[in-house]
């Protein structure tokens, strides 16, 4: 998730030692990078705060009924999609496999994207915080 193409804004901040190693359990707990971590705690909060950040739309490029992965397993994926002579744009949707409490659940990587209809699936497996996953 942390593809340097998928983002374009660089934010960087200075933080003292014991913060960063705070930052990386709490990741390391949720399942995450750091980054992905820090993302959605800002995110989180300014939603909380009523700052809500538009989200922009993920597009996965599907032809002949199935989504491109011209480099294995990597599908071919944008926020601004324009028109590709390999196939066509369809959204991307993240779902998770059931619902999640963060209390209970852990969130673990997706799955590969699936076509489902007129839209592309990014399923996220939702599983009991057990040892066995930690």
Same mark, same amino acid.
């Given at each position: 998730m942390d593809e340097p193409a998928a983002f374009e804004q660089l934010v960087q901040f200075r933080a003292p030692t014991n913060l960063s190693e705070a930052i990386e359990r709490a990741a390391r707990r949720r399942c995450q990078s750091k980054s992905d971590y820090i993302?959605?705690?800002l995110i989180d909060r300014l939603q909380t705060?009523?700052?809500s950040p538009a989200a922009e739309q993920q597009y996965a490029l599907v032809a002949n009924g199935s989504v491109m992965l011209p480099r294995g397993d990597? %599908?071919?994926?944008t926020f601004r999609p324009t028109p590709d002579d390999r196939g066509e744009w369809f959204p991307i949707e993240n779902e998770d496999s059931? %619902?999640?409490? @963060?209390?209970?659940h852990w969130r673990l990587? @997706?799955?590969p994207l699936r076509l489902d209809g007129e839209r592309v699936v990014r399923v996220y497996p939702v599983v009991p915080k057990t040892m066995e996953y930690a």
């Open positions: 993302r959605q705690t705060d009523g700052a990597d %599908p071919v994926t059931q %619902p999640f409490d @963060p209390v209970l990587k @997706p799955l």
